[in-house]
């Protein structure tokens, strides 16, 4: 079962209670323009089986990525006070998440999405008796997947698509009835890979 202390010492550290800077990404172009700012949370609620994750399926109406899989979060707008404040201000809205009700464990390296965003993603742990109101417009779903389950390279699976004559590669996890593609599933990847990284430093120094 993986604990805390091991998520924690694979992420980087977050002060709640300082705005960090937003980097400036205007001079970077992706894709013949600027990339956007993103930032999700990974919401992590402890079971008596070990964590699990909490995941939305995004409503099949919304016109970037209906019906897949995601954390919540979404772009930076200018009123956010920081990549950490946008997350949780997006949880809240999606899935009925007060911030106060998270406790923020640290943070992912950016993640370059193939769409044009790069993401910053947040980990933060959240009281089991919480309950999601998922936002109708936005969510149509929200689950949860141990993780354990998530962390396990053996449920990676490596996929390649055509699309619009450039191939595209990527990871998914199958769980049950849900599909975890794209980027969602590629930052559990460079979490799990983060994890594995220290967990074999540690069993290297201890040898």
Known sequence: MISENDIFRALQPVDRDRDDAVPSLTGRPHSGGPRR???????LIRRDAGFSVLLTVRSAHLKVHAGQISFPGGKID????????????????????????????????LYDTSTGFVVTPFIGTVHPRFSPVPNEGEVAEVFEVPFDFLMDLNNHERIERVHEGRTRRFYQMIYGKYRIWGATAG????????????????????G
Do not use: H, K, T, Y
């Open 78 to 109: 200018p009123r956010d006070a920081s990549p950490l404040a946008a997350a949780l201000r997006e949880a809240d809205e999606e899935i009925g998440l007060p911030p106060a009700s998270v406790d923020i464990l640290g943070a992912l390296d």
């Open 187 to 206: 930052m559990l990847r460079n979490l799990a890979l983060r994890m594995q990284f220290f967990n074999e430093e540690e069993a290297r120094q201890a």
């Open 37 to 43: 700012r993103a930032a999700v949370l990974c919401p």
